[in-house]
Every structure is written in C-alpha cells, then in structure tokens.
C-alpha cells in the first residue's frame, strides 16, 4: 500500500487570484496586520529576493502599472534605493493616479526622492536586474498595445526579471499568456500560490518560483479552499515492504496491447516500465509482425500476437493504446478489448492511438476504473477543440475529459494535471528533456503497474506522475536534458519506487 505525508502546507495548495483577493485582507486582519503593511512586506521580500538572487548588482529597473502589484514594486524600489542602489522607476502611464495602498507606497517612493519616469527601451541596456511590476492577477483579456510593446521589449534584453506575484501578461488562473508575457526569471508569489503559475505557459514564464506567505498563511488556509494541489515525490512515503512469502503472482498481472506494425517500440517501453515498478508478471498482446522486436533483449515480457479473449481474463490490469495505430488491426483489437471491459470491468489505462480511437467512436459507455492520459492534442480530440483551446486553460480541459468519459484524466505537458473529476493535482517536477519520443509510453507503463498491484486509479496516477517526472529530473540534473531518452528512465525509476 502507497503512503503519503500530510500535505496541508500552502505550499502544497493552489488557489484562483479571485480567492486570494477574497481572503487576503480578512487573514491580514486576524494577525493584526493592515493591507498598507501586507504591501510593505510585499514589495521589502521582492528585494530581498533581488539581493539573494542577484547579489552583486547595482543598476535596478522598476516597472509599474496602477494596480496593487504597482504598490508592492514602489516599495521594492524604495528599498533598494535606501539600500544604495540606482533605481530607475518607469511607469506605463507616469501621470495616471494610483488608488489606495499603491497610492501610499507611490507617494512613499516619491517623498524620498524618487522620480516616476516614462518607460524608454533605451533605459534597458542600463538595467543589471529589472523588477516587473506592470500587470499582476486581475488582468485578464487582450493586453494593451502599450503593456505589450514594455513586455516585448524586457523579453529581447538579456536582463533579469523579478516579477511581483505573476509575470506581466499571464493569466494567473490558467497559465494562458494573454497575448504575450513577462519571460521571468524568478517570481515571487505571496499568500496562496496562483493555480496559472504551475501548468502551461505560466511553469515557463515564471522561471524560479518563490512563495511567501507575508506572516497570514494560518489564517488565509482557514478561509480558503484551494482549488487543486501540487505534486511532489516527497509527498509519498513509497509501497509497503514486500512479505518475505510473496510470489510473482502477488503483484499484479498486467496485459499490455498495442505494438502494431513498425510501432513495436511503443509498448515495450510501456511493458518494461511495468516491470521496473515491481509488476509481477508483464504480458504484451501486438501485432504478430512486432512480436520478435519486443522480446529481444527482455525475455521476462511474455509476447503474443492471438487469443486476446483469455489475455483480457488474465489480467488484473490492462494498457491500450501505445503503439496501437489507426488501421483494421488496430480497431478492431480496441473493439474487442472495450467490448470486454464493458462487460467484465477491470482497471484499465487509455493511452496514444487508443484515446484517437475512442475519440471518434461514441459507442462505447464510461468505464468503472478508467484512466486516460492524453497529451494536448489527444484531449483537443477527445473534447472536439483546438489545441490551443486545452493550452489556454489546461485545468478546465482535464476536468472536462475527466467529466465526459468518466475518468481520471492525466494531461500530459509542462506541469502535468490529474484530474479525478472533483479534484486536481499538478505535477511539480519535470523538464523540457523530457519532451521526446516514449516519455508518454514509460508513464503509461508507471501508472499500469500501480493500477495492477492495487492501487486505486486517482492515486496510481499522482504517485505515478510524480515518480516518472522526478526520475527525468534526476537523469538530467546529471547528464543534461538534450539526449534524454524514455528508456534512460528505467534504472531511476527502479530507484525510486524503491524508496
């Protein structure tokens, strides 16, 4: 059995800027704490972030729009100033008035000598560390032509950039840059982490991501409910300890389909994966064309290319879709296998060519153990939109597939999301190395393997995500990114799943 650590950290939680602007001032009020102070502190911990992550630096740009993420730069500048830096402060519109606590911190910057300029590109070369201040989480449709150019500019100077709360440009609730965004290299983020600033654009766009809680997080968490949480490995205490009596026949028979025709690669990654999660026994039913490529070099996998009627009866769990394709083989191996889990449910994972499959044909009902793990452009099928539509707001198309097929949904890309229909978690670890070729393949591998030794659907899939992202990070930290390959993961994932 899978145990997990208490995960009740705000650290661990998500929330949409709606319930951080909901709650914030209530919280700061329960520590006696009034919002021109919150700003304070705010805007002296973007400082103190510029200090810890540029040390040696001088030369700072202040960039500030009218809102409260405006307030909080005026008082990160003014720190700096006091610390003896060079701050130039450059505002969208210098002589627009400013509102309540940005109004204190702006008449604050100003009573100390400090000059509210017109943003000149010119001003850019001369910046050591840029302090991004323009847009923060209300925003939300196309950016001004204005805020764009400022935008379009920070992100052609090789400058640093510390952006206040999210990066210029990003919806903080999806991750959506709206247009164009702030490219940061660090941002720092107060009182609840936003939900946009884990998946999509927004894992790239806000670079390093610091959290501070600015003194309020107990009674902020007693207010809010988070609307999803992040995944980490070290939130999983590993499997139980094996009885010195078990057998093979303990852990789960897993039957892997898929393998047609030159796509045999697929599902053996898929099969050895299984294996390296401590599955017991690991039978592959594909094509009988691919049967002598997906034994050789692995003869604990037991191959077969017929009777796949007696392989679906054997199994406790079963993977459909890697390397499965689109033709007459392929349908009508689908068929037989939703026909049959239809009728004799069983723990199943859809995946690849089988998530296309199901996709264009309506006549199979939900499945009772069912996980799907597409990418964007499978769920774009799946849902009948763009990809881009799943890419504008990853959290609401996991929960759609989710909803519609009667799943947990894993949607696979930068900051991977589970979805169980009611609850969402995003995965924190992963990289861009791990963008390529059978990375989906070995994941699929993972989470049949948890499935076929026990473990429920919702959570195989979060342990599962976790572990698979944590070991590319572990293969990278070591060997660099570039030349990652899904079969480099099997040796860490054995690690790992040992822990």
């Known amino acids: 059995m899978l145990q997990k650590t208490d995960s009740t950290s705000l650290t661990h939680k998500l929330y949409r800027a709606e319930q951080v602007r909901l709650h914030e001032q209530a919280a700061a009020a329960d520590h006696a704490i009034d919002m021109y102070l919150l700003m304070r502190k705010a805007g002296e911990t973007v400082f103190e972030q510029c200090l810890a992550y540029f040390p040696n630096v001088d030369n700072y740009l202040v960039l500030v729009g009218i809102g409260n993420n405006a307030g909080d730069a005026y008082i990160a500048a003014l720190q700096a100033k006091l610390a003896g830096k060079n701050v130039v402060l450059c505002a969208v519109e210098p002589d627009r008035d400013v509102h309540g606590e940005a109004a204190l911190a702006k008449t604050a910057w100003l009573d100390s000598g400090g000059v509210v300029s017109q943003f000149d590109a010119a001003i850019l070369p001369k910046a050591d560390v840029i302090i991004d201040g323009l847009l923060g989480t209300g925003i939300n449709g196309t950016l001004r032509k204005e805020f764009a150019d400022i935008i379009d500019a920070v992100n052609l100077?090789?400058?640093?950039?510390?952006?206040?709360?999210?990066?210029s440009g990003l919806d903080a609730d999806t991750g959506e840059s709206l247009g164009r965004c702030i490219q940061a290299d660090v941002t720092v983020t107060f009182v609840g982490?936003?939900?946009?600033?884990?998946?999509?654009?927004?894992k790239q766009s806000c670079g390093e991501l610091v959290f501070k809680d600015l003194g309020i997080a107990k009674a902020f968490n007693e207010r809010a409910r988070s609307d999803a949480k992040v995944l980490d490995i070290a939130h999983f205490k590993g499997l139980s300890p094996r009885p010195i009596n078990s057998h093979k026949g303990s852990y789960g028979r897993l039957l892997c389909i898929g393998g047609n025709i030159g796509m045999s690669g697929a599902i053996r990654l898929s099969a050895e994966a299984a294996l390296r999660m401590g599955t017991g026994l690991v039978k592959v039913f594909a094509h009988s064309d691919s049967k002598v490529q997906i034994c050789s070099g692995r003869p604990e996998l037991m191959v077969i290319s017929d009777d796949l009627e007696a392989a679906l009866e054997?199994?406790?769990?079963?993977?459909?879709?890697?390397?499965?394709?689109?033709?007459?083989?392929?349908?009508?191996?689908?068929?037989?296998?939703?026909?049959?889990?239809?009728?004799?449910?069983?723990?199943?994972?859809?995946?690849?060519?089988?998530?296309?499959?199901?996709?264009?044909?309506?006549?199979?009902v939900a499945l009772p153990d069912c996980v799907m793990t597409p990418h964007a452009g499978e769920a774009a099928r799946l849902l009948n939109v763009t990809v881009d539509e799943v890419e504008s707001n990853r959290f609401n198309y996991a929960r759609q597939c989710a909803q519609r097929y009667d799943a947990v949904c894993v949607l696979k890309g930068a900051g991977s999301i589970v979805d169980n229909q009611k609850h969402a978690w995003v995965c924190r670890h992963g990289n861009p190395g791990m963008a390529t070729a059978g990375m989906g393949d070995v994941l699929t591998g993972i989470l049949g393997a948890l499935m076929a030794q026990g473990l429920d659907s919702h959570l195989a899939c979060q342990y599962g995500v976790?572990?698979?992202?944590?070991a590319g990070d572990m293969i990278a930290d070591k060997y660099g990114q570039r030349g990652l390959l899904a079969s480099d993961l099997f040796e860490t994932i054995r690690v790992l799943v040992n822990q």
């Open 466 to 470: 976790s572990l698979h992202a944590k």
């Open 314 to 364: 054997w199994a406790t769990c079963i993977v459909v879709g890697p390397g499965l394709g689109q033709n007459e083989w392929s349908k009508s191996v689908f068929e037989c296998v939703m026909n049959f889990v239809q009728c004799s449910p069983k723990p199943i994972v859809i995946d690849a060519d089988a998530l296309n499959l199901k996709a264009v044909n309506t006549s199979f």
């Open 157 to 167: 100077a090789n400058t640093p950039v510390i952006s206040i709360d999210v990066p």
């Open 193 to 202: 982490i936003k939900m946009g600033l884990s998946t999509g654009a927004g």
